[in-house]
């Protein structure tokens, strides 16, 4: 049984197989959450093996503090579990050797051979570590350029994707989303007719595809590109979007794809030449473990006998470039104190509530175990790694997450303590959480779910909001009396909104008297004092939520994302964060009885936000290679529910859809039927569970017959 920890997929504990093994595909977060229930269950040891892809992300900030957490946890309650640690990107491998108690096995064999270059000017380097400034002169660039070209075009990007497309792949790594865009628009410029008739047909009907992704929009970017072979690829697009150009870029439809720098980490897409627009990602130098992350991409096993990458070097870059080419990895350090060792207060608060310690003694034993007791010397300079962990208990103990009993000075975790690590709920979020709730309970709305969205809406995307307050005003006048009320309540009034609409308008209005030397001061801005005790948090969260709340009424992200002056990506970003953040929050509530009327609805809108459309296609968006878009065809044509696709002839189901390949609907088939088999054996598997006689209990004729 293959199963999906990711987002608000999984189920905490995880269901028991009598007669079959699970594999859990997991996040970060997800995995440390489903060990976390394996402990409390105390079935830890039947956990196998675990593997962590991309090793190094242990010095990845929070999420390397996730990492170190869960493995800490497994090395130390179980003696059966396997740990597989994997990376091309790591510097200190004795530190991780030490904390994971691990061998090591290193091996350089690449199955096609990748050679990297630079390139300064007109002129390509080889980087070869033997020579003394790492550069080697491999040729000059040959393409002929005119003084137009070259104003448009100075890095001659142009020159080098031409020398590999269409017959071969490309990758283009941009610094930044937008430069994907226009470096991606400029290349089409100046490409000849042959590429539009390169499997043209196929690129037809990948734009069709795209057009249905979009309920009949499609990027003005994608639309000119495409029918040259070329699309970017960044997180503005939608997840079906991306789907459609992976698969497109994968078969040969098409040729190159601009891309930023997170399409190098944990997506098999790779390319003949892989070029690098610019030593930076933003405004931030290259590391070199994402150098090498992004120039593997070079070369396709079985179908190239060679990779090459080409770093694109201004003058200014050259010594910089040297040191990041060849120079060793970068050292990966424990990240349990980062964010002012957050990562250290909240695994004591899981350890404690999981039982695993109950004394200071015992959290240090634990402690010895991870990989920050290895590298404490570096990272604890100031004062001991004990100092901190004491420090932490009376963080803890201050908010009112863990109790000291007096006799024994036992650790006992709180309701609110047990709620926050179960739900995965950031510790700096954890009392206004208990706070938003409560005041929830007080007057919840529940003749729309404009209230529950804003109670799941993540604090964590709050800080990247910056509402147009025009639109924000728009919005507003559009809810109905009681939804105003309930945003008053918590603490958004009609009145600001609108003041801040007048001020909006007003600035502009300002700019041009001034322009025209006309400008009165203090005409618009006065009596804003009866607003300084608003919370700006609220309101943008607000904001956000007015977001979710478009989007569940009419589930057209497109449309949403036009109304709201938003990125399509940024949108459908806020609806996953929510739909995962809304799980926590409903796990966050089973520990507390007071908020026992959230589980019923809080269950309900994960489904929701999890799938964003109509409650019909909710099942059918369950099946692996069914998107929206696809639903709703399967829908209309008379495939209903999961029962009705199992039972499907792939042949007529082709037939039937349009745009559906009869490989995709042998493949849509059988997921349904796995879906089908899944959650028939997990029925069973409960049934078996309730009919099982305790081992501790005596029989009785009643349970024999039960039995």
Same mark, same amino acid.
Request: hydrophobic share 40%; charged share 25%; proline share 3%.
């Given at each position: 049984?293959?199963?999906?920890?990711?987002?608000?997929?999984?189920?905490?504990?995880?269901?028991?197989?009598?007669?079959?093994?699970?594999?859990?595909?997991?996040?970060?977060e997800?995995?440390h959450?489903?060990?976390n229930?394996?402990?409390?269950?105390?079935?830890?040891?039947?956990?196998?093996?675990?593997?962590?892809?991309?090793?190094?992300?242990?010095?990845?900030?929070?999420?390397?503090?996730?990492?170190?957490?869960?493995l800490?946890?497994?090395l130390?309650?179980?003696?059966?579990?396997?740990?597989?640690?994997?990376?091309?990107?790591?510097?200190?491998?004795?530190?991780?050797?030490?904390?994971?108690?691990?061998?090591?096995?290193?091996?350089?064999?690449?199955?096609?051979?990748?050679?990297?270059?630079?390139?300064?000017?007109d002129?390509?380097?080889?980087?070869?570590?033997?020579?003394?400034?790492?550069?080697?002169?491999?040729?000059l660039?040959n393409?002929?350029?005119s003084?137009?070209?070259?104003?448009?075009?100075?890095?001659?990007i142009?020159?080098?994707?031409?020398?590999?497309?269409?017959?071969?792949?490309?990758?283009?790594?941009?610094?930044?989303?937008?430069?994907?865009?226009?470096?991606?628009?400029m290349?089409?410029?100046?490409?000849?007719?042959?590429?539009?008739?390169?499997?043209?047909?196929?690129?037809?009907?990948?734009?069709?595809?795209?057009?249905?992704?979009?309920?009949?929009?499609?990027?003005?970017?994608?639309?000119?590109?495409?029918?040259?072979?070329?699309?970017?690829?960044?997180?503005?697009?939608?997840?079906?979007?991306?789907?459609?150009?992976?698969?497109a870029?994968?078969?040969?439809?098409?040729?190159?794809?601009?891309?930023?720098?997170?399409?190098?980490?944990?997506?098999n897409?790779?390319?003949?030449?892989?070029?690098?627009?610019?030593?930076?990602?933003a405004?931030?130098?290259?590391?070199?473990?994402?150098?090498?992350?992004?120039?593997?991409?070079?070369?396709?096993?079985?179908?190239?006998?060679?990779?090459?990458?080409?770093?694109?070097?201004?003058?200014?870059?050259?010594?910089?470039?040297?040191?990041?080419?060849?120079?060793?990895?970068?050292?990966?350090?424990?990240?349990?104190?980062?964010?002012?060792?957050?990562?250290?207060?909240?695994?004591i608060?899981?350890?404690?509530?999981?039982?695993?310690?109950?004394?200071?003694?015992?959290?240090?034993?634990?402690?010895?175990?991870?990989?920050?007791?290895?590298?404490?010397?570096?990272?604890?300079?100031?004062?001991?790694?004990?100092?901190?962990?004491?420090?932490?208990?009376?963080?803890l103990?201050?908010?009112?997450?863990?109790?000291?009993?007096?006799?024994?000075?036992?650790?006992?975790?709180?309701?609110?303590?047990?709620?926050?690590?179960?739900?995965?709920?950031?510790?700096?979020?954890?009392?206004?959480?208990?706070?938003?709730?409560?005041?929830g309970l007080?007057?919840?709305?529940?003749?729309?779910?404009?209230h529950?969205?804003?109670?799941?809406?993540?604090?964590?995307?709050?800080?990247?909001?910056?509402?147009?307050?025009?639109?924000?005003?728009?919005?507003?006048?559009?809810?109905?009396?009681?939804?105003?009320?309930?945003?008053?309540?918590?603490?958004?009034?009609?009145?600001?909104?609108?003041r801040?609409?007048a001020?909006?308008?007003?600035?502009?209005?300002?700019?041009?008297q001034?322009?025209?030397?006309?400008?009165?001061?203090?005409?618009?801005?006065?009596?804003?004092?009866?607003?300084?005790?608003?919370?700006?948090?609220?309101?943008?969260?607000?904001?956000?939520?007015l977001?979710?709340?478009?989007?569940?009424?009419?589930?057209?992200?497109?449309?949403?994302?036009?109304?709201?002056?938003?990125?399509r990506?940024?949108?459908?970003?806020l609806?996953?964060s929510?739909?995962?953040?809304?799980?926590?929050?409903?796990?966050?509530?089973e520990?507390?009885?007071?908020?026992?009327?959230? %589980?019923? +609805? !809080?269950? =309900?809108?994960?489904?929701? $936000?999890?799938?964003? /459309?109509?409650?019909e @296609?909710?099942?059918?968006?369950e099946?692996?290679g069914?998107?929206?878009?696809?639903?709703?065809?399967?829908?209309n044509?008379?495939?209903?529910?999961?029962?009705?696709?199992?039972?499907?002839?792939?042949?007529?189901?082709?037939?039937?859809?349009?745009?559906?390949?009869?490989?995709?609907?042998?493949?849509?088939?059988?997921?349904? %039927?796995? +879906? !089908?088999? =899944?959650?028939?054996?997990? $029925?069973?598997?409960? /049934?078996?569970?309730? @009919?099982?006689?305790?081992?501790?209990?005596?029989?009785?004729?009643?349970?024999?017959?039960?039995?």
């Amino acid at each position: 049984m293959v199963e999906e920890y990711a987002g608000s997929k999984g189920k905490f504990p995880p269901v028991k197989r009598r007669e079959k093994r699970s594999l859990y595909v997991a996040t970060i977060e997800k995995a440390h959450s489903l060990v976390n229930s394996l402990i409390e269950t105390n079935r830890l040891d039947n956990l196998g093996l675990v593997v962590v892809d991309e090793l190094h992300m242990l010095g990845d900030g929070s999420r390397g503090a996730i990492i170190e957490m869960t493995l800490a946890k497994v090395l130390y309650m179980s003696k059966k579990t396997q740990i597989i640690g994997m990376s091309a990107t790591l510097g200190n491998i004795r530190d991780l050797q030490t904390f994971l108690k691990a061998e090591n096995y290193t091996n350089d064999f690449r199955p096609v051979q990748l050679k990297e270059y630079v390139k300064l000017n007109d002129t390509i380097y080889e980087v070869d570590p033997k020579e003394e400034d790492c550069f080697r002169f491999s040729r000059l660039l040959n393409f002929k350029y005119s003084s137009a070209m070259q104003k448009i075009d100075p890095d001659h990007i142009i020159a080098l994707v031409t020398e590999v497309i269409p017959t071969h792949s490309c990758l283009v790594f941009c610094p930044t989303k937008k430069n994907c865009e226009n470096v991606a628009g400029m290349i089409c410029k100046y490409l000849k007719e042959e590429f539009l008739q390169h499997r043209q047909a196929e690129k037809a009907v990948l734009l069709r595809e795209l057009r249905d992704s979009g309920n009949g929009s499609v990027c003005p970017v994608l639309r000119r590109t495409v029918p040259y072979g070329l699309a970017y690829h960044h997180s503005g697009l939608t997840s079906e979007e991306r789907k459609l150009v992976e698969e497109a870029y994968s078969s040969g439809v098409l040729c190159l794809l601009t891309c930023t720098s997170t399409l190098a980490a944990g997506i098999n897409l790779p390319a003949r030449r892989v070029i690098l627009r610019s030593p930076y990602v933003a405004t931030d130098f290259l590391k070199r473990s994402q150098y090498k992350q992004m120039v593997g991409r070079a070369g396709r096993a079985g179908i190239d006998t060679v990779g090459e990458s080409i770093l694109i070097l201004q003058s200014k870059d050259r010594n910089m470039a040297q040191t990041l080419v060849c120079s060793p990895m970068e050292n990966c350090y424990s990240n349990l104190m980062h964010d002012d060792g957050k990562g250290i207060t909240s695994l004591i608060l899981s350890l404690i509530g999981l039982n695993v310690t109950s004394s200071s003694e015992q959290l240090r034993d634990f402690l010895r175990g991870t990989l920050l007791f290895v590298q404490q010397q570096q990272l604890c300079a100031e004062q001991s790694l004990w100092e901190v962990v004491q420090q932490k208990v009376d963080l803890l103990k201050d908010k009112d997450l863990i109790t000291v009993t007096p006799d024994a000075q036992t650790l006992q975790v709180t309701k609110l303590g047990r709620a926050t690590y179960k739900g995965s709920v950031d510790l700096t979020h954890s009392d206004v959480l208990y706070r938003d709730l409560s005041r929830g309970l007080e007057g919840l709305l529940l003749n729309s779910c404009l209230h529950l969205v804003y109670l799941v809406t993540p604090y964590d995307m709050i800080s990247q909001c910056k509402p147009d307050w025009r639109i924000y005003f728009r919005q507003f006048t559009l809810l109905s009396a009681a939804e105003q009320k309930m945003s008053a309540a918590v603490g958004v009034p009609e009145s600001f909104v609108a003041r801040k609409a007048a001020g909006q308008t007003g600035e502009k209005r300002k700019k041009t008297q001034r322009q025209n030397g006309m400008f009165q001061s203090g005409s618009l801005m006065k009596s804003w004092s009866s607003f300084q005790g608003v919370d700006m948090e609220a309101v943008r969260r607000m904001y956000l939520a007015l977001v979710l709340f478009s989007l569940l009424k009419e589930t057209n992200l497109w449309s949403v994302a036009d109304r709201f002056q938003l990125s399509r990506g940024f949108v459908q970003t806020l609806l996953s964060s929510s739909s995962a953040f809304c799980s926590c929050v409903l796990h966050f509530t089973e520990e507390l009885e007071e908020f026992w009327p959230f %589980k019923a +609805l !809080l269950t =309900e809108l994960t489904r929701r $936000l999890s799938y964003c /459309v109509k409650a019909e @296609l909710i099942p059918l968006m369950e099946v692996v290679g069914v998107m929206e878009s696809r639903a709703k065809q399967l829908y209309n044509s008379g495939y209903k529910t999961l029962t009705h696709l199992a039972n499907a002839d792939p042949a007529v189901l082709s037939r039937t859809i349009e745009n559906l390949y009869r490989k995709q609907a042998s493949q849509i088939v059988a997921s349904a %039927k796995m +879906l !089908l088999n =899944e959650k028939a054996a997990a $029925l069973q598997e409960e /049934v078996d569970e309730l @009919l099982t006689v305790p081992s501790d209990l005596p029989t009785t004729p009643n349970t024999q017959q039960l039995t």
